[in-house]
């Protein structure tokens, strides 16, 4: 699967969890910010760094989402994979 499908898998799995995801220009918020989970007006929310490559994207969505219950939800075989692995096969 390659990192696109990849990434849009992972956004679309967020979103089954009530959660937004972001890519946002980290680098203009003055302080040092990173990629992760967070809560803004009491919605959850993984926000991105743009300036990051795909592939860390993906390592940053898998990391936020592991902490969430996926064994409700219907994940592509590929993409549990990330989860129970926790590395990412190029395709």
Same mark, same amino acid.
Do not use: W
């Given at each position: 699967? @390659? =990192? #696109? ?6 956004? &679309?799995?967020? $979103? ?10 980290? %680098?203009?918020?003055?302080?040092p ?7 803004? %007006?009491? @919605?959850?929310?993984?926000?991105? #760094?743009?300036?990051m490559? @795909? &592939?860390?994207? +993906? ?11 996926? #064994? &409700?939800?219907? +994940?592509? =075989?590929? +993409?549990? #994979? ?5 590395? @990412? $096969? &190029?395709?």
């Amino acid at each position: 699967m @390659k =990192p #696109d499908q990849i990434y849009q898998h992972l956004v &679309d799995l967020a $979103e089954k969890l009530g959660i937004d995801v972001s890519v946002q220009n980290l %680098k203009i918020s003055g302080f040092p910010v990173k990629s992760g989970v967070c809560r803004i %007006k009491g @919605k959850k929310r993984i926000v991105l #760094d743009k300036h990051m490559s @795909k &592939d860390d994207q +993906i390592d940053v969505l898998v990391d936020c989402l592991r902490t969430f219950s996926l #064994d &409700d939800i219907y +994940i592509v =075989p590929a +993409i549990r #994979d990330l989860f129970n692995y926790g590395t @990412k $096969e &190029d395709g």
